[in-house]
Every structure is written in C-alpha cells, then in structure tokens.
C-alpha cells in the first residue's frame, strides 16, 4: 500500500538564505492575500482562475520574480483548500496572513530530463545532511540521524518558521506492507477532558503533568502580549516566545498521543471512537475561547488524526460512532437510560434498573464499543 508521511528537519539557513525565506514567506502571503481579496468579491473564480492572475501580478511587483514560482501556486491551492474546507462547514471563511504569524511555504517536487541529465527540484541527502531546493540551493538540515536516504519519493517540502527556528518538513509517498491482522479483538474508547482516554478494557489514560506546565506558561505569555503594542518589537520577541512553547507542547502532545495510540492498536484490531468533529458541532456555543477547552480539544484532535492514519497503516479498522445516542446516560448491560448523568459531575454511574455501578467514562466506552459495533457488523 502507499503511504503519505512527513519527515520534518531542522532547517538551518545561512544568513543570505534566511533572507530569501522571509522574502518567499513575504510573497507567498501577497498572492495569498490578493487573491483572498479576488475571491470576496468574486465567488466563482475557480484555482485555474487564480493562477492565471500571477504573471499580472509579476509585472505588478517584479520581486515576486525573486523566489520559487512554485510556493506562489500553492498559496494558491491553499486557499482553494481553505474555501473548500469551509463550504463543507469543515472550517471557517478564509483569512488574511498577518505578517509574522505562522509563517511558511510549500514547493512542490518537479523533475525533468535534459540530454540524459535529470534535474529535481527537490533533493535531500541525508549523508551530507543538506537539502538542496529551488533558489536556496543547499540548506543545512539535522534530523534522521539513523537514516541513509528518504524511503520513498519525494511529493513536497514545506518550509515554515516556528519562533526562531526553521524547520523544513519534506512529504514522502511510502510503499509499506500491511501487517496480518492479529485477534478481531474490538475495543471502545471514551474521550474527555477528566480522564484523557478511557477504553472499554477498563485502562486509563490520563493527562500527564508536563502538559500543564506548557499551559502555565502559554497564560503567562498571553497575558503579557496582551499589555505590548501590536506590531511592536517587544511584541514581535514576545509572539515569537509563545510560538516557541506551542511548538513544545505540540511535540510533547503528539509524543503522548502516539504512546497511547501505539498500546489501544497493539491488542487490538477493531477502535472504535466517537465522532468528535459532529460533537463539537452539537455543542452549544458557549466556549469562551477557554486556553484548556482549546487545548484539550487539540489533544482530541490530535488523538483521532493519529489514530486514524495509524489504523491504516497497520491493517487496523478504524471506525467513529455517530454521538446522537446519549453514550454517557445509557447502561452500558441493561440499556436503561439515567438522564442524571448529563451532570458530568457525577462521576459514578449507577442503573436503578440492573444495580449496575461503574465508572462514567468506563461506562461510556462500552456504550461506544456496542455502537461501533452495530456499524462494523452491517
Ligand atoms: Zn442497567
């Protein structure tokens, strides 16, 4: 099977380079911006469209000549995606890049052949630790120490600024063999902001402390932006700082989520897991942007991107469960509904009916597992 993976480097740039990224991160987001503006007015411009405005706006402004032509179409897919995303109400309406604001661009592998030479766009080679691209020519990197070379072909880089540090992050199509299903054993998982995961095999996963220490310091950063002058240099140095500590808490989430992940899929063949995106939908809308509800909803997230792409890697089923059926009020052996857990301060689920006690998420994850496989069994 073919596979799509990532392989992110740390980038490190001379000073000449340096410069001609900010330059390529300054005109990726003029095309973006300008044909965001395009699109306002003009709903029916199609991707062809768009593209077909960039020798104008070459003429407009000659520096767009300066970089590689190839990140500036991709600000422009980028933006079809960001429309597309939003009209299936998967996303908000797109909007303007702020300077300085997770910054990046993407170039796109090409190669020809001429008189039996083979040019490539892209080339990494990791004995030499140096990408070579477009216009930057060659680029220290440093990752992937135990590899000799990339295994697969290159699709793309991506090439983004995070605090202070470059990273390059380069997509790879990977031809894996599926492993043999091992038991059809089914497992239901419960997530939530009390007790990060919790399956229907009674395992627990919670949160682990560290985490909270990003959290800290995310507020503390905040609220000293909050008192600088927008666009400031101390506001710049600042922005920069709380960019650095999400990129930790990313790491360390993505980290975690991947041990978790990696202990439900080693036993099991068959996850089943709610539809997260729907319920957030169902939702009301009284989350005031609250810095722990954002980041336990990363965390959710990031749980089920990875859950599902590793699914698919390891010849696992993967399947979300429509959360329209009250997972946490029903008895998960008798089936009688307990509408007083809606109070999701009563921890202990009790049923009138059969005497059952159990943990509410416990409780929860069986009801996820039943339901998932209703779906898994039609
Ligand atoms: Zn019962």
């Not at 490190?12 to 503006?37: A, M, S, W």
């Not at 699109?39 to 029916?44: A, F, G, Q, T």
């Not at 469209?49 to 190839?70: G, T």
């Not at 899929?265 to 954002?294: F, P």
């Amino acid at each position: 099977m073919k596979i799509h993976k990532a392989y992110q480097f740390r980038l490190y740039p001379n000073e000449e380079q340096e410069v001609l990224i900010h330059k390529t991160f300054g005109c990726t987001r003029l095309v973006y911006n300008y044909c965001l503006d395009l699109k306002r007015n003009k709903k029916y411009l199609t991707k062809f469209d768009l593209i077909k405005e960039l020798p104008k706006l070459k003429k407009d402004y000659p520096f767009l000549k300066e970089v590689d032509s190839c990140s500036l179409q991709n600000a422009i897919a980028d933006l079809m995606v960001g429309f597309l995303k939003f009209e299936k109400g998967q996303g908000g309406y797109p909007k303007f890049k702020k300077k300085g604001v997770k910054e990046s661009f993407r170039t796109s592998f090409v190669t020809s052949s001429y008189k039996d030479r083979v040019y490539e766009n892209i080339k990494v080679d990791l004995k030499r630790r140096v990408i070579e691209l477009l216009k930057l020519k060659e680029v220290k990197i440093r990752g992937y120490r135990n590899f000799d070379k990339l295994p697969g072909r290159i699709l793309n880089a991506t090439i983004k600024e995070i605090g202070t540090r470059f990273y390059v992050s380069v997509c790879v199509e990977e031809e894996i063999e599926l492993p043999e299903r091992t038991n059809n054993q089914a497992v239901g998982i419960d997530v939530g902001v009390k007790n990060l995961v919790v399956t229907s095999d009674n395992d627990y996963y919670g949160n682990p402390r560290y985490l909270d220490k990003y959290e800290r310091k995310i507020k503390r950063l905040q609220q000293e932006l909050s008192r600088k002058i927008k666009g400031s240099k101390n506001y710049i140095k600042n922005k920069k700082k709380l960019e650095e500590v999400y990129r930790k808490l990313k790491n360390a989430r993505k980290k975690m989520v991947e041990k978790i992940v990696s202990n439900i899929t080693r036993n099991h063949d068959i996850i089943i897991a709610e539809n997260l995106q729907v319920k957030k939908m169902l939702e009301k809308k009284n989350n005031h942007k609250h810095l722990r509800k954002e980041i336990a909803n990363a965390t959710f997230s990031e749980i089920i991107r990875i859950l599902k792409y590793k699914c698919l890697w390891l010849n696992k089923t993967f399947i979300q469960v429509n959360p329209f059926y009250p997972s946490s009020q029903i008895c998960s052996r008798c089936g009688k509904k307990n509408e007083e857990m809606k109070d999701i301060r009563i921890r202990e689920y009790y049923c009138s009916k059969c005497g059952l006690e159990i943990e509410r998420d416990y409780n929860a994850s069986i009801n996820i597992l039943n339901e998932g496989l209703k779906y898994y069994n039609n």
